[in-house]
Nanobody
């Protein structure tokens, strides 16, 4: 299984970015997909997760209303649209995949079997 995250960059506060994660080596529609992030000196934290079909999503309170997770099973890709970015959103963003049915446990990084390499998002003030 390979997960390739992309789309990171430098953006001013209030701006937008769209992250992508391309998956290969798995039956994509059978996997819950998530985004996590890790700021310098901090632990990895949950951002958002989407169910197999895309019908169920969970978000961290810190990004609710600003970020949107979506997936395209035909393209084996998951996306994170990030709007109204804040300096505190600065982090390396990772996509993750797991075949288990979505639940509240999907907000825990330990739940996931597969991880991408990360893409850096920097929000300047």
């Amino acid at each position: 299984v390979q997960l390739q995250a992309s789309g990171g960059g430098v953006v001013q506060a209030g701006g937008s970015l769209r992250l992508s994660c391309a998956a290969s080596g798995l039956t994509f529609s059978n996997y819950v997909m998530a985004w996590f992030r890790q700021a310098a000196g901090k632990e990895r934290e949950f951002v958002a997760v989407v169910s197999w079909s895309g019908g169920t999503t969970y978000y961290a309170d810190s990004v609710k209303g600003r970020f949107t997770i979506s997936r395209d099973n035909a393209k084996s890709a998951v996306y994170l649209q990030m709007n109204s970015l804040k300096p505190e959103d600065t982090a390396v963003y990772y996509c993750a995949a797991d075949p288990k049915r979505i639940s509240s446990r999907a907000m825990n990084a330990m739940w996931y079997d597969y991880w991408g390499q990360g893409t850096l998002v920097t929000v300047s003030s």
